[in-house]
């Protein structure tokens, strides 16, 4: 599979619909993953990547397809045109991922590229294979307030049919506070990334921040990226990044995963790219007991987090 025009990515997810199911979770380490993930993990642990490439970490739904495609663009000087040249997981391929043949898996289409490299992963520090710190490549990880997390990942559960059902909303804030979904604790992703921000030169970013003012945030990834792009292509990126025109745009939307897979009648994966959407889903018995639970996960460490907007 190459990243060109002739990419067969859609085709061979429809080929393996039928085998596309809700797949159970397999402990890893602690960490409950998909099991096709669980049961390549030999092969992803041993993924080494260039010193060139970039990965970029997220707790699922913090935010990840934005940061890509903000660097894509970034990498091609702003050029619309060049980053539509695939769709988001074959521009910039999702480390851990694998599915049902012929599918292919991450590691497939990474051994396929050229470095650099634009990595995908919601890996927890601790599973991220070592060769990228040995290798010292950069990495960029995006964190989300708790609660608007949390209900992102809910419709995507909804919505995407190879992950565990989702159940009852008020079941999935329990889940949730116990690690219970796919990729494991949101409060040891983020805790876990912030203490090694320092040592592995992370660039830790916050999907609030991106929000408020996402000319600065794509200036800081351009800084820490060591690329100069004009003040006009940094506008235009922050444009063609805007939540309206991803939305629209079909090598960002997900629309290249078919509907089997990820069924967008039920959420769409652009589903409303706001900020405290939290407070429309949560009682205030459930805030309160989140609260509650959330000063003891992340009592010790003190990240920035805007969870009461
Ligand atoms: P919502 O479900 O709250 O709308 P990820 O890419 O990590 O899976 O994250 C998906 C979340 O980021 C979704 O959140 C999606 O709408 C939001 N998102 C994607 N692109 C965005 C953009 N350009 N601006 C703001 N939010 C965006």
């Not at 830790?204 to 292509?233: A, G, Q």
């Not at 939307?253 to 900020?275: A, L, T």
Request: charged fraction near 25%.
């Amino acid at each position: 599979m190459s990243e060109g025009k002739e990419w067969s990515y859609k085709e061979a997810i429809e080929k393996a619909s039928s085998s596309i199911c809700r797949f159970p979770l397999i402990h890893v380490k602690g960490v409950p993953l998909m099991c096709h993930i669980a049961n390549n993990w030999d092969s992803i642990s041993a993924f080494v990547p260039d010193p060139a490439d970039l990965l970029i970490a997220t707790y699922p739904k913090a935010g990840t397809t934005w940061t890509q495609e903000i660097v894509d663009l970034l990498f091609h000087n702003g050029d619309a045109e060049a980053c539509k040249r695939a769709p988001t997981p074959v521009r910039s391929p999702f480390l851990e991922i694998c599915s049902p043949p012929p599918i292919p898996s991450g590691l497939d289409l990474l051994n396929k590229m050229d470095p650099p490299r634009v990595i995908k992963t919601h890996l927890p520090f601790q599973l991220v294979p070592s060769g990228f710190w040995e290798n010292k490549c950069k990495a960029i990880y995006v964190a989300r307030n708790a609660k608007d997390n949390l209900v992102s990942y809910y419709y995507f559960d909804l919505m995407n049919k190879t992950q565990p059902e989702p159940g009852p909303f008020d079941g999935y804030i329990h889940k949730f506070m116990q690690g219970e979904l796919s990729w494991g604790s949101w409060y040891d992703h983020v805790k876990g990334y912030w203490l090694e921000k320092e040592k592995n030169n992370i660039l830790y970013l916050f999907y609030e921040d991106m929000k408020e003012n996402p000319r600065r945030e794509v200036e800081r990834i351009m800084k820490y990226l060591d690329l100069t792009v004009s003040d006009e292509v940094i506008t235009k990126i922050v444009e063609l990044t805007s939540f309206k025109n991803m939305k629209e745009n079909p090598m960002a939307n997900y629309s290249c995963i078919p509907s089997p897979v990820f069924d967008q009648s039920i959420s769409p994966f652009m589903r409303k790219g706001e900020v405290g959407d939290w407070k429309n889903h949560f009682t205030p018995e459930q805030s309160k007991i989140f609260d509650e639970d959330y000063e003891k996960q992340m009592k010790g460490v003190s990240i920035p987090f805007r969870s009461l907007i």
